[in-house]
């Protein structure tokens, strides 16, 4: 197996861990109003996601930044509470109105935080090495499918719920909104960074 394959593997594998649920989380807050009919908005929002965070994971990687691992693990479930809430929020007259929605840049932004995130599990795979762009770029594109996939299987679920279960998209988001929020007001007191 190739060096690419193996950190494309690993991307694939850390996003979509059952125990890395907080990137889970931020993916589905992110995606919490949209529906299947918007999977190119979505795709565009999870490549910014993608890009804010391999930003900070490449930077990080060549020691460029370096923040506090417990300070990022606080500001992770932050990231999450605060896409939640505004969803629950958001107005979605406002929302079909504007050509750029706030989601994205969430996802831009906030993904130079997670990124920070993914950095020391990376940094802990690869050592010493010396092919560390190819390595680096395989590792970002597994995340980017296995966010894919997520989302996928997310606007799924939606696109269920929503027409077999006759619930409204606006309270399939507040419900889902609602409940990533609560998950990531616990997450914020359990890495409580004081």
């Not at 020691?63 to 107005?91: H, K, Q």
């Amino acid at each position: 197996m190739s060096t690419f394959s193996v950190y494309f593997q690993l991307g694939f594998e850390h996003i979509i861990d059952v125990n890395g649920y907080d990137h889970i989380l931020f993916i589905v807050a992110l995606c919490a109003i949209y529906r299947f009919y918007d999977w190119k908005k979505v795709l565009i929002l999870v490549t910014a996601f993608t890009i804010g965070h391999s930003i900070t994971l490449a930077l990080s990687i060549f020691n460029i930044i370096s923040l506090n691992t417990e300070l990022i693990e606080f500001l992770i479930p932050i990231t999450i509470f605060i896409t939640a809430f505004s969803n629950i929020i958001r107005n979605e007259k406002l929302r079909s109105k504007n050509k750029i929605h706030i989601n994205y840049l969430f996802g831009l932004f906030f993904g130079l935080i997670h990124g920070l995130g993914f950095s020391n599990f990376l940094k802990s795979l690869l050592g010493k090495s010396s092919n560390v762009v190819t390595e680096l770029l395989a590792f970002n594109i597994g995340l980017e499918i296995g966010q894919i996939i997520i989302v996928f299987v997310f606007l799924m679920v939606t696109s269920i719920i929503t027409f077999f279960f006759h619930v409204k998209p606006r309270d399939w988001k507040l419900i889902t909104s609602s409940a990533v929020a609560g998950v990531a007001i616990m997450l914020m007191m359990e890495k409580a960074y004081w």
